[in-house]
């Protein structure tokens, strides 16, 4: 299992947004490119990178900022936020972006999502995102009535192999994961579930890999020290070992 470190980005800095609102922002980094480097020197295998203001805006925003981040480490970048077209996908894959996650595109261009796995194949995820079990788009501002599993089956249907969960009531609040929500996930899905939100120890990271799940995004808990980078990768990897 792959433990993704959080860089969530709004005006150009490093922060956490609670419960997915903008107006409960805790700021970490001035630099999100000093968040990428202590995250790779701890041991990370992918990061996970997010446009906040992309996600108000329908179109990436930060774009220097993901500049920076990909030029100060080697390692893969995961990117979403305000993807909604090809030409955004495309300008991503510029930038040196490894996967791009589509999100609010689920509910606004549902036919993009095809088209790019099409031309991209794997390179293309999308962000699960659920408020009470139910899809959320538009910086997780737009409510949708549509249940999340019922989503998840579409879009793998269209080819998707990468989906990242996020339960947006637990997503910044540190009071772990929605765990029968990713069970449900994992049972039904032949894609990679990654799940998000909650995270706040190791116990989590354990949790999480008995789902059966490929990854766990961790944002908060890593920011304010209460679980350490290099240690989440081993409680992820303790059934790999185990088997040599």
Not at 126 to 134: C, K, P, Q, W
Not at 215 to 242: C, N, S
């Amino acid at each position: 299992m792959i433990v993704y470190p959080a860089i969530d980005i709004r005006g150009g800095r490093c922060v956490r947004l609670v419960e997915g609102d903008f107006a409960r922002e805790l700021a970490f980094d001035a630099d999100p490119a000093d968040a990428a480097r202590r995250w790779a020197a701890a041991g990370a295998e992918w990061l996970h990178v997010v446009d906040l203001d992309g996600s108000l805006a329908g179109e990436p925003v930060n774009l220097d900022a993901i500049r920076r981040i990909r030029a100060a480490v080697s390692i893969p970048i995961e990117l979403g936020g305000g993807l909604r077209a090809e030409s955004h996908i495309a300008a991503a894959f510029d930038l040196g972006v490894d996967r791009v996650l589509l999100g609010t595109a689920i509910l606004r261009a549902p036919d993009l999502i095809p088209a790019a796995v099409a031309r991209w194949g794997a390179r293309i995820g999308v962000s699960l995102d659920a408020r009470d079990g139910l899809l959320a788009g538009g910086g997780w501002l737009e409510q949708t009535d549509m249940p999340a599993l019922d989503a998840a089956l579409r879009l793998q249907a269209a080819g998707v192999r990468h989906i990242a969960f996020t339960d947006i009531r637990r997503d910044g609040t540190l009071s772990g994961p929605n765990l029968p929500a990713l069970r449900a996930l994992v049972a039904r899905l032949d894609a990679d579930v990654v799940a998000a939100g909650g995270v706040a120890s190791l116990a989590d990271i354990v949790a999480i890999r008995e789902t059966g799940a490929a990854g766990a995004i961790i944002g908060r808990a890593l920011y304010d020290g209460r679980v350490d980078l290099a240690a989440a990768i081993a409680a992820a990897r303790e059934h790999e070992t185990a088997r040599c």
